[in-house]
């Protein structure tokens, strides 16, 4: 049973209805979510990248010492970057960062 056929992909049925959300989902994702690493230095980052809109989401995961301090997104430049801030002014830590831009 053919039930519909998204962005050229082969059409959902009961066969290949998984497999088929599972690439279209995947382009989704590509085309909203860029992820990235960034070092620490003094407690601060700027973080360079034009993916960044002034209503985009920004997830941060801390690697390494999670006691080092708290972790805050300190400015955004809407096409240009977004700085990454710890509440300790010596933290040094590697911190992984998504940005998930928004859909409407």
Not at 72 to 98: H, K, L, P, Y
Request: aromatic content about 6%; hydrophobic content about 40%; proline content about 2%.
């Amino acid at each position: 049973m053919k039930i519909l056929q998204m962005d050229g992909e082969g059409p959902f049925d009961d066969l290949e209805g998984n497999a088929a959300f599972g690439r279209l989902f995947k382009k989704f994702l590509d085309k909203n979510v860029v992820t990235g690493l960034a070092t620490l230095v003094a407690g601060t980052v700027t973080v360079s990248t034009s993916a960044v809109e002034a209503d985009s989401v920004i997830t941060l995961t801390p690697r390494g010492n999670t006691n080092a301090g708290s972790l805050d997104i300190q400015t955004i430049t809407a096409g240009t970057s977004f700085v990454i801030r710890s509440s300790n002014a010596s933290d040094v830590r590697v911190v992984g960062w998504s940005i998930s831009k928004s859909t409407t």
